[in-house]
């Protein structure tokens, strides 16, 4: 199949690549997927049980290891923010196409096909073709390429619910360390907080959680607790309920006191 490159060069990928579709029925549902060529080569047979390797076997690359991580395309937030987190990673980018959301076998086949080729243009790579401007330093040699976040690769992997629960737990551990006085715990756990935030985007206002949660008034811990609240109540999409821990919060910020419980 031929791969359409939105940003990298076919001749030239790098190993790594964000793989992004729309949904058929509505274009603003993207999907996206995640292809690393790791530079040792894998059999991914060695690692299935014999038992369940017959199950497996349409599903396992063949060729050049590569393996799409998920399996099959999540949603993400927007086709912006794929294009964003390519450009940041440097990453290559490719233009999947338009499909069902709803047919799960499809896509694992898709990202399965999109995961060989890519793998397969990897192995014949021009090592020697040019290096595009736009990848050379201002000494003009080749600008060496980001290293690849094994830890922000997993949490990808995760459900936002998933993640609002690694931030409870967080939130517990910095008000623990605001309590001990233990910088070194607090300054760790924010910065895992705040990588947990950049996977789960602004509306889920982990800023915020992060501010409350190490501000050592008394106030600021039932803060803390109802913005987990939001986030909890954002993941399993019961977007009737923000509106009422939106003013709580509010309430919480300007006067510091415990206003009237949220309805419903």
Known sequence: MMLSFERGDPSRPRGHVLVYFRATNDPSHVLASYVVVPPI?????RYIPPMFAAQFGGIIPSGPAAFPLPPFPERVESLEWVREAANARGDDLIDGGSVDASDIQRLLTLMTEIASEYASLYEKRSVSAPVPDADRDREGEPRSLPPVDVDELLMSLMSDREKVEKLA??????????????????????????????????RYRVAELVAAARDPEQHAGRLAEVLLQRCFRLAAEEYDALAALDREIDALRDGGGEPEPPRG
């Open 169 to 202: 737990r967080m939130t517990g551990t910095v008000r623990y360390a605001v309590e001990g006085g233990d910088a070194d715990l607090l300054d760790e756990t924010v910065g895992e907080m705040e990588r947990v935030g950049r996977q789960l985007g602004e």
């Open 41 to 45: 080569t894998m059999d991914f047979a």
